[in-house]
T-cell receptor
């Protein structure tokens, strides 16, 4: 089955600890994205990557880091510098159809991170 | 900077009634998306609108796009309880650029 997987589904972090959220896709999509959602809020962009070995900061990148070593994988690390990391994290991917196309984004099931 | 505004943010509807959710955006774009999110779940794609005047319908939901007014609407016809969810609109400028989301409209359909 093609799709996007995220793991773990639930994650608990202690103060001062770094944690890594996994995102994998087998859709052969070029671009991948990380969004953060707080209760009752919309989605805010953390990082995105349009091609392997390249990524750009989004609106709220501080305290987060990413890597894109493989096309199908885009892990997100929440560092101890992120002061309020409790949130729902969503990974998405899209295929590059060029300027004439559109980048419908497909979302993974999400990871709920809680700081203890 | 692209900004997306939805209204209303909260909507309580009676079953069988009609209503419209509005999505305004600040910069010219002809790529608008509607998503649905159930509590605790991820986002599910509902509609992709790619040109001025585009209209798409799925069941009791109909979405339209007016690029000149920078406005999209999501119309709900004869609401049923199963439509209770949060609905997001999102806009992108071009190609594989990230989506900018509205804050969402939390819809509750009551008997």
């Amino acid at each position: 089955d093609g799709g996007i997987t995220q793991s773990p589904k639930y994650l608990f972090r202690k103060e001062g600890q770094n944690v890594t959220l996994s995102c994998e896709q087998n859709l052969n999509h070029d671009a991948m994205y990380w969004y953060r959602q707080d209760p009752g809020q919309g989605l805010r962009l953390i990082y995105y990557s349009q091609i392997v070995n390249d990524f750009q900061k989004g609106d709220i990148a501080e305290g987060y880091s990413v890597s894109r070593e493989k096309k199908e994988s885009f892990p997100l690390t929440v560092t101890s510098a992120q002061k309020n990391p409790t949130a729902f994290y969503l990974c998405a991917s899209s295929i590059d159809l060029g300027l004439a196309g559109f980048n419908e984004q497909f979302f993974g099931p999400g990871t709920r991170l809680t700081v203890l | 900077e692209l900004k997306v505004e939805q209204n209303p943010l909260f909507l309580s509807m009676q079953e069988g009634k009609n209503y419209t959710i509005y999505c305004n955006y600040s910069t010219t774009s002809d790529r608008l998306y509607w998503y649905r999110q159930d509590p605790g779940k991820s986002l599910e794609s509902l509609f992709v609108l790619l040109s001025n005047g585009a209209v798409k319908q799925e069941g009791r939901l109909m979405a339209s796009l007016d690029t000149k007014a920078r406005l999209s609407t999501l119309h709900i016809t004869a609401a049923v309880h199963d439509l209770s969810a949060t609905y997001f609109c999102a806009v992108t400028l071009s190609g594989n650029t990230p989506l900018v989301f509205g804050k969402g409209t939390r819809l509750s359909v009551i008997a």
